[in-house]
């Protein structure tokens, strides 16, 4: 495999987290809104039964969806290096010529990569 298409694959499979916080944080707070998540439904289900019979806290717990919690994907880096320079240009850091030249390769990278898996195949 040759070092170009190595960086194309990378820019496709490799992903970054986009969530707002450290990256090392996701294995707690993945952990702790789960937590929450089945702390609060279990509760709802405790409120529901108490001091009335099954059939009419059975009928409380069904009238509403139990909460629920989700985890959101990561990006891949192809999408996250055109967002970085965009944001960049924004700002003023860099040129915006250069920017959109750099966002062309990374597209280009891409598409050498999805020409060399035909090819392959």
Request: net charge positive; with cysteine.
């Amino acid at each position: 495999m040759t070092p170009q298409e190595k960086k194309a694959l990378s820019y496709e499979r490799d992903h970054r987290n986009t969530y707002g916080e450290n990256d090392k944080g996701s294995r707690r707070s993945i952990r702790r809104n789960k937590r929450h998540v089945n702390r609060a439904n279990r509760h709802r289900a405790r409120q529901a039964f108490k001091g009335a019979d099954p059939q009419v806290g059975q009928e409380r717990l069904g009238a509403e969806r139990p909460k629920r919690w989700r985890k959101c994907a990561d990006v891949p880096l192809a999408e996250y290096v055109a967002y970085k320079l965009r944001r960049r240009v924004q700002r003023g850091i860099i040129d915006p010529r250069l920017a959109e030249a750099r966002i062309e390769r990374i597209a280009r990278t891409r598409q050498v990569r999805s020409a060399t898996a035909t090819r392959v195949a």
